[in-house]
Nanobody
Framework: QVQLVESGGGLVQTGGSLRLSCAAS????????MGWFRQAPGKEREFVAS????????SYADSVKGRFTISRDNAKNTVSLQMNSLKPEDTATYYC????????????WGQGTQVTVSS
């Protein structure tokens, strides 16, 4: 099992930037595919970005492609989400998640960090 703790959320103006971090502990961090998800009030949780175990392959939701960048540092057991050109529609609680490469489901989740983008 891996434990995940997000940080870095806050209030930012439209067009601004934030960098979210996820600190992982527990079993071998490098063995997990990592992802970022977000959920706004009254809306379903949505996929934001993912990164494979080595960090060489990333995937992004169309809504954030070109603006967000996911990265990982396996030596530090961290995953980051650099968010640029933020829009009000990016406002949500952002969650870090982990899954085994052999599973399609993300089994481990952080508690979330709030991102608010003012218009």
């Amino acid at each position: 099992q891996v434990q995940l703790v997000e940080s870095g959320g806050g209030l930012v103006q439209t067009g601004g930037s934030l960098r979210l971090s996820c600190a992982a502990s527990g079993r071998t961090f490098s063995g997990y595919v990592m992802g970022w998800f977000r959920q706004a009030p009254g809306k379903e949780r949505e996929f934001v970005a993912s990164i494979n175990r080595s960090g060489g392959t990333t995937s992004y939701a169309d809504s954030v492609k070109g603006r967000f960048t996911i990265s990982r540092d396996n030596a530090k057991n961290t995953v980051s989400l650099q968010m640029n050109s933020l829009k009000p529609e990016d406002t949500a609680t952002y969650y870090c998640a982990a899954r085994f490469v052999t599973r399609g489901e993300y089994d481990f989740w952080g508690q979330g960090t709030q991102v608010t983008v003012s218009s």
